[in-house]
Nanobody
Framework: QVQLVESGGGSVQSGGSLRLSCAAS????????MGWFRQVPGKDREGVAA???????FYVDSAKGRFTISQDNAKNTVYLQMNDLKPEDTAMYYC?????????????????????WGQGTQVTVSS
């Protein structure tokens, strides 16, 4: 099993930056991919970015150019650097882990079905 703990959320003004962290513990050697998702009340959780064990990255269009996902394997931690934040980025941000090198369909979809989630960290961007 894997446990995930997010941190780094907060309130910023439009154009500001935040860096989210997701610390993994437990059977971390089984993790092949990790990703960030976000959710606002009344809407489905949506994928933002993902990173593979060996550093490959994936971003949804709304994150490209503004967000950067990275990892520190020694610390079992994945980061999401968010720059030029907009009010529409306001959401609860969650990280997820996929304990398989093989997945069907898209990576974010597979991460979303993995069942390994943190408790979330709130990001609020004011205009």
């Amino acid at each position: 099993q894997v446990q995930l703990v997010e941190s780094g959320g907060g309130s910023v003004q439009s154009g500001g930056s935040l860096r989210l962290s997701c610390a993994a513990s437990g059977q971390t050697s089984r993790i092949f991919y990790m990703g960030w998702f976000r959710q606002v009340p009344g809407k489905d959780r949506e994928g933002v970015a993902a990173i593979g064990k060996y550093g490959s990255t994936f971003y949804v269009d709304s994150a490209k150019g503004r967000f950067t996902i990275s990892q520190d394997n020694a610390k079992n931690t994945v980061y999401l650097q968010m720059n030029d934040l907009k009010p529409e980025d306001t959401a609860m941000y969650y990280c997820a882990a996929l304990l398989s090198s093989y997945y069907i369909g898209g990576l974010l979809g597979a991460l979303g079905r993995s069942g390994f989630w943190g408790q979330g960290t709130q990001v609020t961007v004011s205009s």
